[in-house]
């Protein structure tokens, strides 16, 4: 028997430390929120990913009367960004979440399980690492690849 140990990396920052395209991007992820259709849970969510033709998609949660049929936030991003540019690999990844007062929060969101399967699925359909910025009203988290929040993930390279 051997006990391991998994080390991830992300950074930190100040929001006045973000440089001006990702302080860009998270500036869209908070006005995606805000087209968020969220009447159950009102919980806001943002999403804004930069594409590497340098085209920006938006997209928020949206929920139904029917719960398990709503979408969140990512999804709604990565689905209509690939279904619009199938050959464009995403370069940054933006998320953001204003609460039940309408006021961003001031704590940091982290996507769900199911948004970073389908995060990773976007870095691996081309080959790439996706940046994803969590920003919350002070502070944004950086991490470089979306395999620093999903470890021991299933991907292609699984299905045998
Ligand atoms: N939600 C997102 O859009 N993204 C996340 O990462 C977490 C949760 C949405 C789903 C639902 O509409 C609401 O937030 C409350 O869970």
């Given at each position: 028997m051997e006990n391991k140990e998994l080390k991830i990396k992300y950074t930190e920052y100040?929001?006045?430390?973000?440089n001006t395209e990702d302080e860009n991007l998270i500036e869209k992820a908070k006005e995606a929120a805000q087209n968020s259709?969220?009447?159950?849970?009102h919980f806001k969510v943002g999403a804004a990913v930069l594409l590497e033709n340098g085209i920006i998609i938006k997209g928020s949660n949206q929920e139904n009367a029917?719960?398990?049929s709503s979408l969140c936030a990512e999804r709604v991003t990565l689905f209509y960004a690939n279904a619009t540019y199938p050959d464009i690999p995403a370069k940054i990844l933006a998320i953001t979440a204003f609460g039940s007062n309408n006021e961003i929060l001031d704590e940091i969101i982290t996507p769900c399980g199911a948004c970073r399967q389908v995060i990773l699925e976007t870095e691996n359909r081309f080959n790439n690492n996706c940046r994803i910025l969590l920003a919350s009203k002070e502070k944004v988290l950086e991490f470089q690849t979306i395999k620093d929040l999903l470890p021991f993930s299933f991907g292609k390279e699984d299905l045998k």
């Open positions: 100040n929001i006045s430390e973000i259709y969220s009447p159950y849970s029917a719960f398990p």
